[in-house]
């Protein structure tokens, strides 16, 4: 089998496509609440142009795809790129992240497109909280969710990104709402990535105290789910509930990293946390074949750091969240 491996040994299994950089949210760690400055859709790749480059990763031995944005369900007629990338050879898993608010009305389509797994943004259950937070409405990210277990969707993974004096004391509620609907659960640490990134970093909660607060709680097992991400997990004993942890900050987990991320505009970020990339657009615009991109990528994956410097050097990363692909 073709292995795609990085200078430090790593396989490379495990592509995120961002299809837009545009969100209908505004999330405070994430977006300005008036920010304007996305990307152009010229500049964007088109669908034939994501297939092309999801084809030749696929071709190196990429297994994993997740669909991602900003928020991906805002680039029109998502489900017929879905259906396209379910169909190529090589593609084993393609999966979707999401805030669910457009998700009511097209799940069944994803569904029906190939997409199997989804993980959908929920920092709090409190109409009011979710938004100071984003900016949003709660009952369309519920409905979304009900509307995506009904179609068939699993696992459907809840992120949450905790953050002290915001959603901390909704650890619990969280636990308790995602037993009772068989979700999973993923607790995610801020990143000082963008300014809003760090901007957040005041209310920064080490994982390691939630952990801590949830075992004198309940009894926590070692777990583990599918889907090659970076969350480390444990089971609630006596139930289906799994919880994952997600620390780049506390306990990172760049020794294991297994991807990548593809931009909307072509760029492909080789760490989320470091500004390595490769510009793959101007190639695809040039008309390059399938041999000539599939080596392009061979050595934009060469670039791939060792690790991120979150922790050393927080100013690093000055574009948002939502121009990298989550």
């Not at 090589?90 to 097209?106: F, I, Y």
């Not at 029906?112 to 937070?133: C, E, H």
């Not at 509930?241 to 620390?247: A, D, E, N, P, S």
């Not at 050595?299 to 922790?311: C, S």
Request: hydrophobic content about 40%; proline content about 5%.
């Amino acid at each position: 089998m073709t292995r795609l491996a990085d200078p430090f040994g790593r396989t490379i299994d495990y592509l995120r496509v961002s299809v837009t950089d545009r969100c209908d949210l505004r999330c405070s760690y994430c977006l300005p609440e008036g920010f304007r400055d996305f990307d152009e859709p010229d500049h964007w790749l088109t669908f034939e142009e994501i297939t092309r480059v999801v084809a030749a990763f696929a071709a190196l031995g990429t297994r994993r795809v997740r669909l991602t944005g900003g928020e991906p369900l805002v680039r029109r007629d998502l489900p017929r790129l879905a259906g396209r990338l379910a169909a190529l050879p090589g593609v084993e898993d393609l999966s979707l992240s999401t805030n669910a608010t457009r998700l009511a009305k097209q799940a069944g389509a994803l569904y029906a497109a190939g997409i199997r797994r989804l993980n959908v943004s929920l920092d709090s259950l409190d109409p009011d909280t979710y938004r100071r937070i984003t900016r949003g409405r709660l009952d369309k990210v519920l409905a979304g969710l009900m509307a995506a277990r009904e179609a068939g969707f699993a696992p459907i993974k809840i992120n949450m990104v905790v953050m002290r004096g915001v959603n901390d004391h909704e650890v619990e509620d969280m636990l308790a709402f995602c037993l009772e609907h068989g979700f999973t659960l993923r607790f995610i640490e801020t990143m000082p990535v963008g300014d809003t990134g760090r901007a957040a970093s005041d209310r920064y909660v080490d994982l390691r105290e939630v952990r801590a607060r949830l075992e004198r709680r309940y009894e926590l097992i070692p777990a583990h789910m599918p889907g090659g991400g970076p969350a480390r997990y444990v089971q609630v004993a006596g139930t289906g509930l799994r919880i994952g942890f997600i620390t780049p900050l506390s306990q990172h987990f760049c020794a294991t990293c297994n991807r990548v991320r593809l931009a909307a505009d072509g760029t492909l970020y080789l760490c989320l946390g470091q500004d390595d990339r490769y510009a793959l657009r101007p190639l695809l615009r040039a008309g390059i074949d399938d041999a000539g991109l599939q080596e392009h990528i061979r050595r934009a994956i060469a670039l791939k750091p060792e690790r991120h410097e979150f922790r050393d050097a927080p100013e690093k990363v000055v574009r948002f969240m939502s121009q990298t692909g989550g």
